[in-house]
């Protein structure tokens, strides 16, 4: 099917440019005091106008908001073969090789020995290989986006917040919570090339129309105004000829610099992190000039926190306070003037660093940021590991800077980190917070480290049903198992080659994931190896056309970005094409579903492994490595570390940042690796997908899945209950291919796993079925027509297990409810396993 057509996302309200008059005072900010601050009499008024911050109004006329970008998911194909007048294979040979030993059938006890090792402490970021990409995996040097401006070799994060920087124009911002970057190019009031800096407030969003379908009619998005230059780091050397480079070396920051032109040795580099305190440029012999496309109403001088840091004080048109501490390398009073007011301007030949800061918490927030001015972030890093049950991750920070050694950074925690801080973290905290423009409020936190745990892990999930009171159900009742049983003949035989045989990654992907799902519980948890043997074996032959990189749109190898791509968009010229695979777009999607497939297959027949592990794992590392010294591909592309989820957008410029629609295949990726590294025995890859599923639970029920009591999303979009396609600019209640209540939601709940009840809590549930699926409210699922419909009635299983498996059990079922990532047999297992059913 063709895939969503795209729309770029020009949301750009730039400023427009406006005329500085010649005759505007310049006054000097010349005599600075330490105690107090020198109002610097320069004003323009405001209102009437000031461009750009009228636009700020909730009243978007005339800004073109669009809703829609490339890079998600599609709409679910019809289920291909089976037809209810299908006959009923029997007669299947029993397969010695598959018992009922799969690894999720745990009901003898652990030995001692494992016991003890639970206790152990196991890292989560051991290498999962450091083998060569697979010999049947053609590598290509000559992937359609180039390397722009990229300074440094080897992989780059191709779906992180700094991409911007290298794609397209190079004016898309980065999202570092809770400021946005982009390079200006000229554009805006200032008419600026330096690095602009911006900070939404809760009163600058733009709102969509309500969603009248919804009880309390929640706005249907939000999205924060961009385009906004509160403050702008710039040289008055920079101008039309400006370089944009990038060092992207390292996996969760990127060094960008800024030149006049080509060559020249002279420079602002800014080190971009997210959650940094300050944003922070590093001149290199440059006049600096420091501007405002909001306009300054005055700057002051503001003192000195310590010897050799140099404090200004500025009050922009909007109102609002920014703090500028200027650390000059040869210790000079820089004497900073205000040319207009638009352009603060330093000393010609300056090196040194300038740091901007927004305030919002008057004297006490000043103190705050001077006692770690000067310092900055050089690189992070993020640990990890899992004891029990109970996951602990860290990131930390090397530092920079004037007095790093003694100074303290700064750093912003986003809501879900500062509720699982450990106490030592907590306790570094300070009242400092500034909102972020998709997450809530950001909170400032001393140190150059934080702390997480996540506990209740769901470390004895397996392939069976899970939930939170039963854990593992792999015994079913057996009036249950002759259901399945039943029901089972029927999907076993459908062709199994001409559904995962596809020219799509995401479709194939998925397909076998369901047959496998279908295998393993006809083999295990309704105990009939002998019905299941046969359909492993062809699974095993459909797996190999991928496994012998034989499909339609083989892998390549793409030595530029250095990833695992489909060949399809080199081969059709389509970016889009399989939702832009070749592009970096959904790969934790896409080979999330092959891992999945790959770890049940090899939990049945671990002799299958030897030849297929070397396959699963390239796919493992590229779209989720566990190191970041690897030649071969990035650190984590698709998980972000600081975020708590995953980000689907690739290599496409995206002036709202990178997004994610399905939560839920996201954490499908996260258990896929945890079921494949317990299956092929690798303990650091299995507490990795663990740990990434607690973290994922707290990251969705933070910011994606909205219970009433939700404060980190605006009071009036929660009614929505799930986000819909969350971006770092913008949220829309919405999807990739279409706008049916069913789509928006359901999009959030597939595949169904034994994760979906760990993720997805029981209160959530209720109210989005209240909401929405209930049969006195907007979209009763009872009249839901195709596989989505099976998708909700799958999900009601979290809630009612009875109504769930009355549903799938039904004698006037019709398979046309069941989408073709899915089985029925599976789904009355699931409901049976929930508490549903015969007993
Ligand atoms: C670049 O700027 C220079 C000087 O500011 C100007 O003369 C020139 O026309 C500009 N070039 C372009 C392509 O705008
Ligand atoms: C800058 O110069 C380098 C080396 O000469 C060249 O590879 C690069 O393409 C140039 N960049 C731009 C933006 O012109
Ligand atoms: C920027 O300037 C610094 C200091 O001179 C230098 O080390 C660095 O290489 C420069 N960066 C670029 C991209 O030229
Ligand atoms: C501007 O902000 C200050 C405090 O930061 C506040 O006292 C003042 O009332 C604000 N002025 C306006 C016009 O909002
Ligand atoms: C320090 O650097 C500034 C900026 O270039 C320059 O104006 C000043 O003269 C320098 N001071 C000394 C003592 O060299
Ligand atoms: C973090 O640091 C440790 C120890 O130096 C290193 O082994 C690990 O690879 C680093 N992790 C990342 C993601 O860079
Ligand atoms: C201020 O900095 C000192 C070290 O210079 C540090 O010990 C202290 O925790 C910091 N206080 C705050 C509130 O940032
Ligand atoms: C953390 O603090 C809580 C309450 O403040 C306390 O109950 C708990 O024991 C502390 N944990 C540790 C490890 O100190
Ligand atoms: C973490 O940061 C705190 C505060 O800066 C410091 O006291 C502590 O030693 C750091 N811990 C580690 C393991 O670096
Ligand atoms: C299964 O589908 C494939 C591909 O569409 C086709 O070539 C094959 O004949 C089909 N097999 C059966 C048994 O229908
Ligand atoms: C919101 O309510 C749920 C109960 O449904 C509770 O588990 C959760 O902790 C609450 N969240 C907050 C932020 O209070
Ligand atoms: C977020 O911060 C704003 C002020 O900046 C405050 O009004 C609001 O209550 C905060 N929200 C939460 C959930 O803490």
């Known amino acids: 099917m063709a895939p969503p057509s795209w729309f770029i996302t020009t949301v750009l309200i730039w400023l427009q440019a406006a005329e500085i008059a010649c005759a505007l005072p310049r006054p000097s900010l010349n005599g600075r005091s330490q105690s107090e601050a020198e109002p610097v009499s320069f004003k323009t008024q405001y209102p009437p106008v000031i461009p750009g911050a009228r636009i700020l109004a909730p009243d978007t006329t005339g800004v073109i908001y669009t809703s829609l970008e490339r890079g998600g998911r599609p709409s679910l194909p019809p289920f291909p073969t089976v037809t209810e007048s299908s006959p009923v294979a029997t007669n299947y040979r029993y397969n010695p090789l598959v018992t009922a030993t799969s690894s999720s059938t745990t009901s003898t006890p652990c030995p001692e020995s494992r016991l003890a090792a639970a206790m152990t402490s196991q890292n989560v970021f051991q290498p999962v290989s450091m083998s060569a990409i697979p010999s049947n995996i053609q590598t290509r040097n000559d992937h359609p986006v180039p390397r722009l401006g990229i300074r440094s ?44 800096i911006s900070h939404i407030e809760a009163g600058m969003l733009a709102y969509g129309p309500p969603e009248d379908r919804l009880p309390g009619h929640p706005v249907s998005y939000y999205i924060n105004p961009v385009g906004l230059q509160s403050m702008i780091l710039s040289a008055a050397e920079l101008g039309n000829s400006t370089v944009v480079s990038t060092d992207a070396s390292q996996p969760m920051s990127a060094q960008v610099t800024l030149q006049p032109r080509n060559g020249t040795s002279s420079n602002i580099t800014f080190p971009i992190f997210q959650g940094m305190g300050y944003v922070t440029g590093i001149y290199t012999n440059l006049q600096p000039l ?15 926190p310590r010897v050799g840091i140099f404090k200004y004080r500025a009050t922009l048109e909007d109102n609002t306070s920014w703090l500028i501490y200027v650390i000059p390398s040869n210790g000079t009073d820089p004497n900073l003037h205000l040319d207009s007011n638009t352009n603060l301007r330093g000393p010609a030949g300056f090196s040194g660093i300038i740091q901007v800061a927004k ?23 993020v640990t990890g590991s899992v004891t029990s049950n109970t996951g602990t991750y860290g ?13 303290p950074l700064l750093m912003f925690a986003l809501p879900h980190h500062v509720s699982s801080f450990d106490n030592s973290t907590q306790s570094r905290k300070i009242a400092l917070q500034l909102r972020t423009t998709t997450k809530g409020n950001a909170t400032a936190v001393i140190g150059e480290n934080w702390t997480m745990v996540e506990p209740d892990l769901p470390t004895d999930m397996g392939f069976a049903p899970w939930s939170p009171s039963k854990g593992n159900v792999a015994t079913l009742s057996a009036a249950a198992k002759q259901v399945l049983l039943n029901v089972a003949p029927t999907e076993l035989q459908q062709n199994m080659s001409a559904q995962t045989d596809l020219n799509s990654m995401y479709y194939s992907g998925k397909a076998l994931s369901k047959f496998a799902t279908l295998i393993y519980t006809v083999n295990t948890l309704a105990n009939n190896p002998s019905l299941a043997a046969p359909a492993l074996a062809t699974l095993k032959n459909c797996f190999a056309e991928f496994a012998n990189n034989k499909q339609q749109f083989p892998l390549v190898y793409d030595n530029v970005w250095k990833g695992i791509v489909s060949s399809a968009s080199y081969v059709t010229g389509d970016s889009g094409v399989d939702f832009g695979n070749s592009y970096y777009n959904d790969h934790h999607f896409h080979y999330g579903y092959f891992i999945h497939a790959a770890a049940i297959i090899g939990s049945l027949d671990p002799s299958w492994l030897a030849q297929n592990k070397d396959y699963v794992n390239a796919l493992v590392r590229d779209a989720g490595n566990s190191v970041s010294n690897d030649p071969l591909f990035p650190f984590s592309r698709a998980f972000d570390w600081f975020h708590g989820h995953s980000w689907a957008k690739g290599l496409f410029e995206s002036f709202d940042g990178k997004d994610e629609e399905s939560t839920s295949e996201d954490a ?16 650091s890859m299995e507490a990795r997908g663990n740990l990434m599923l607690g973290i994922l639970r707290r990251s969705f029920h933070n910011y994606f899945y909205m219970e009433p009591n939700n404060t980190n999303q605006p009071s009036n979009f929660i ?58 409210a907007s979209d009763p699922a009872q009249n839901v027509e195709g596989g989505w419909k099976g998708v909700l009635y799958a999900n009601l299983a979290l809630i009612d297990p009875n109504a769930s498996w009355n549903f799938f059990s039904q004698s006037n079922f019709s398979y046309s409810w069941i989408d073709g990532g899915a089985s029925r047999t599976w789904y009355l297992a699931y409901a049976a396993g929930l508490g549903g059913g015969p007993a």
């Open 668 to 683: 499908m990726f996260a258990y896929a690796v945890k079921m494949w590294g317990k299956t092929v025995g690798d303990a």
């Open 395 to 407: 990131l930390s920070w090397k530092k920079g800077g004037k007095d790093a050694a003694s100074t």
């Open 290 to 304: 420091i501007q405002s496309s909001i306009f300054f109403r005055n700057v002051v001088t503001a003192g000195s």
């Open 359 to 381: 305030n919002p918490a008057g004297d006490s927030g000043e103190k705050f940021y001077d006692n770690s001015s000067g310092v900055y972030p050089l690189s992070v890093n």
């Open 153 to 196: 070799s080897g992989p780059v994060s191709t779906n992180k917040f700094f991409a911007g920087f290298f794609l397209g124009s190079q004016t898309s911002a980065a999202f570092t919570h809770p400021y946005s970057l982009a390079w200006a190019k000229g554009n805006g009031n200032a008419q600026s090339w330096g690095m602009a």
């Open 719 to 776: 009614a929505n209950k799930v986000t819909g396609i969350l971006f770092e600019n913008k949220v829309d209640h919405t999807t990739y291919f279409g706008n049916n209540l069913e789509y928006i939601e359901g999009i959030h709940m597939l595949p169904l796993m034994p994760n979906s009840a760990y993720l997805r809590n029981k209160n959530f549930v209720s109210q989005e079925w209240n909401a929405m699926f209930a049969s006195n």
